[in-house]
């Protein structure tokens, strides 16, 4: 698995390589990262930028949250990036591991029902039973009775989901466990977990993909994903009793309403408190993962910051539908404190 990995990386990274051939300058670094789909966009979208303030070449290979933890750990890359935190085995698999929110989006409740409206009403309990197979048609009394006078056909419903190790799956399956307790005692809350019907895909991409070739399938992909492959997404409603979609607003709304950073910065911000009114129940931080010491670490320091700072810009995150970390500051200030832990290998 590890030399399948390696290969991975490689071929991922040589994408990113000529985008940033043309704006780095001749004395550069090369830091390598591997992991998240959900944030790879917005990774694209810094690399350019980072070449030219820094002379950095960013060589980022989106493998999944899974592979990305497994290459930092096993010292493949320089950082990896996932959008779940890390577990209690994984923590103790890299021991010097330390986790930094940079970046802050959702997952898009994604469908394609020939006749249905754009932002079709569901609720997370019937999100659930779609997803355990126990709702298989698009005309279901309880999706009909959620989306009164739309026109729902007859049409058998096809769950996607992520078949590789998934941060998405992560911050969904999180979302369910928390609405349904059905849900968290058969399934739970994974980023792979053991879904009981429909179909896998690899990666955002691959679930975006499936879901627009396939007649009646739903399935949950980053909310950038949805937007780039003009896939229509539901309105997912909120414990105030609001149906939303995703938008930088209600991301925001989300954030701000988890005022508590735990010491190792892993934050679940799914199923808001009612109070959030205007909040998008399935909204998630995504993490960089780096070693307390690394030969890099000067360069990490300054990448990290700067992508917690300038990269928060509108020119960079929210055109990919990424919001503020600043919507919550005690985040921020926590993301940036931790950068005080990467020291350099040897000190």
């Known amino acids: 698995m590890t030399k399948r990995l390696t290969i991975l990386i490689a071929a991922g990274a040589a994408i990113l390589v000529a985008a940033t051939a043309a704006t780095a300058k001749s004395t550069d670094t ?28 960013i060589q980022y290979s989106g493998v999944g949250s899974g592979a990305g933890i497994a290459a930092i750990t096993a010292n493949q890359v320089d950082f990896g990036a996932s959008d779940a935190p890390l577990n209690e085995a994984q923590q103790t698999a890299c021991p ?7 970046a802050l989006s959702a997952t898009a409740v994604a469908y394609n029902v020939p006749g249905a409206p754009a932002h079709l009403k569901l609720d997370g309990k019937t999100i659930s039973k779609i997803f355990l197979g126990t709702i298989s ?18 049409l058998k419903i096809t769950p996607v989901f992520r078949s590789d190790g998934s941060g998405t799956s992560y911050n969904f399956t999180d979302y369910l466990s928390s609405v349904n307790t059905n849900w968290k005692t058969k399934i739970g809350t994974s980023t792979q977990p053991a879904f009981p019907a429909g179909q896998g895909a690899k990666g955002s991409s691959g679930v975006a993909g499936l879901i627009s070739r396939t007649s009646g399938a739903v ?11 003009h896939i229509t997404f539901a309105a997912v409603r909120n414990n105030a009793g609001k149906f939303l979609f995703p938008s930088l607003r209600r991301i925001e709304a989300a954030a701000s309403a988890f005022t508590t950073v735990p010491a ?14 205007l909040a998008y129940p399935v909204s998630t931080y995504t993490y960089i993962i780096v070693h307390k010491r690394s030969a890099h670490a000067a360069e990490l320091r300054k990448m990290i910051f700067w992508a917690l700072t300038q990269g928060q810009g509108t020119q960079f995150a929210a055109k990919l539908t990424f919001a503020k970390l600043s919507a919550n500051k005690k985040v921020l200030v926590a993301a940036e404190k931790s950068l005080k ?6 000190n």
């Open 219 to 229: 399935g949950y992909v980053d909310v950038a994903y949805a937007i780039k492959n």
């Open 341 to 346: 832990q990467i020291q350099a290998a040897g």
């Open 30 to 57: 090369t830091i390598t990262g591997a992991g998240s789909t959900f944030v790879q966009p917005l990774v694209a979208a810094w690399t350019p930028a980072l070449g030219k303030a820094f002379g950095y070449t």
């Open 96 to 102: 010097d591991c330390i986790q930094i929110p940079w």
């Open 264 to 277: 190792n910065n892993a934050i679940s911000i799914v199923n808001p408190p009612k109070s959030a009114k």
């Open 137 to 154: 048609n698009w005309n279901d009394p309880v999706i009909k009775a959620l989306n009164k006078g739309a026109n729902l056909p007859d």
